[in-house]
T-cell receptor
Framework: DAGVTQSPTHLIKTRGQQVTLRCSPK?????VSWYQQALGQGPQFIFQ???????QRGNFPDRFSGHQFPNYSSELNVNALLLGDSALYLC????????????FGPGTRLTVL | GDSVTQMEGPVTLSEEACLTI???????????LFWYVQYPGEGLQLLLK?????DKGSNKGFEATYRKETTSFHLEKGSVQVSDSAVYFC???????????FGSGTRLQVQP
């Protein structure tokens, strides 16, 4: 049973660039949520995708955008990168937009120089 | 919005010692409650959950009881191992946002 997978594992970008992170949900899951975890902090909710639409959004600027594909995989895009965007980006999947049990992937470590 | 307060770490214990990590939260209604664990360099793993008052979640020797009156969900283990060294996160489910709200985490270090 395949768990949540994310790519790439690590990424280094410079300020002002754009980045795309990818996530494949756990087998059988149809909902993907993204979280940002700054160093030494707990994860913060960015947004949730279900049925290829953004359903809920946390307190993040619109530089952060996403997409969900028909196979339920998802992308997180961040434009105009800032130093403060350096973090571990975690993808979580679940079955249904209202389901409270989420399973996390290993994360993508983004470093902005 | 929801918020979580966890005891500050690091918590340093000797192998086979008893563990308690305190967690209190504020939330609307009576949300499901979760503990997640993060090993060094990894993502989050679901450790246990409880969905209603007085429920006890348990897994791998860890337990936590949903205390509605005190809005608490303390994590306990009777005998810790070196392999339990990790960061532990308490998280209530925010039904409005359909997302987890995490505390800052508590680092546990178990020494042989």
């Amino acid at each position: 049973d395949a768990g949540v997978t994310q790519s790439p594992t690590h990424l280094i970008k410079t300020r002002g660039q754009q980045v795309t992170l990818r996530c494949s949900p756990k087998s059988g899951h149809d909902t993907v949520s993204w979280y940002q975890q700054a160093l030494g902090q707990g994860p913060q909710f960015i947004f949730q995708y279900y049925e290829e639409e953004e359903r809920q959004r946390g307190n993040f600027p619109d530089r952060f955008s996403g997409h969900q594909f028909p196979n339920y995989s998802s992308e997180l895009n961040v434009n105009a990168l800032l130093l403060g965007d350096s973090a571990l980006y975690l993808c979580a999947s679940s079955l249904g937009t209202f389901t409270d049990t989420q399973y996390f992937g290993p994360g993508t470590r983004l470093t902005v120089l | 919005g929801d918020s979580v307060t966890q005891m500050e770490g690091p918590v340093t214990l000797s192998e086979e010692a008893c563990l308690t990590i305190n967690c209190t939260y504020t939330a609307t209604g009576y949300p499901s409650l979760f503990w997640y664990v993060q090993y060094p360099g990894e993502g989050l793993q679901l450790l246990l959950k409880a969905t209603k008052a007085d429920d006890k979640g348990s897994n791998k020797g860890f337990e936590a009881t949903y205390r509605k009156e005190t809005t608490s969900f303390h994590l306990e283990k009777g005998s810790v191992q070196v392999s339990d060294s990790a960061v532990y996160f308490c998280a209530p489910w925010d039904t409005g946002r359909r997302a987890l709200t995490f505390g800052s985490g508590t680092r546990l270090q178990v020494q042989p």
